[in-house]
Nanobody, 127 residues
């Protein structure tokens, strides 16, 4: 079992920055090759992929956040980070960290069904 612990959400004004983190201490003991992703879900909307990073360090981003969000990982700390710059009101959502094996295609990173484990979520509100 992989426990994901998220932190770093909050309420900010448009244009500001927030940093999310997701600790996954058991991840490297579960998957030889893994993918960790950040998803978000706003009220009344489907969960959507925001960004992902795999065990080789390759990253993927949704078009809506490219150039504003950056996903990184610290292998020593088994932690993945999401730096969110230039936040917009439309970024308001509950943000979830997810972990799973590498999907069959790297282009499928945004599909929630490829991930086995999910964090509890952290709220991001941009006004």
């Amino acid at each position: 079992h992989v426990q994901l612990v998220e932190s770093g959400g909050g309420s900010v004004q448009a244009g500001m920055t927030l940093n999310l983190s997701c600790a996954a201490p058991d991840l490297i003991h579960t998957y030889a090759q893994y993918c960790m992703g950040w998803f978000r879900q706003a009220p009344g909307k489907e969960r959507e992929g925001v960004a992902a990073i795999d065990s080789d360090g390759s990253t993927s981003y949704a078009d809506s956040v490219k150039g504003r969000f950056t996903i990184t990982q610290d292998n020593a700390k088994n932690t993945v980070y999401l730096q969110m710059n230039s936040l917009k009101p439309e970024d308001t959502a509950m943000y979830y960290c997810a972990a799973g094996p590498n999907p069959p295609s790297s282009d499928d990173w945004y599909i929630p069904q490829h991930y086995d484990y999910w964090g509890q979520g952290t709220q991001v509100t941009v006004s």
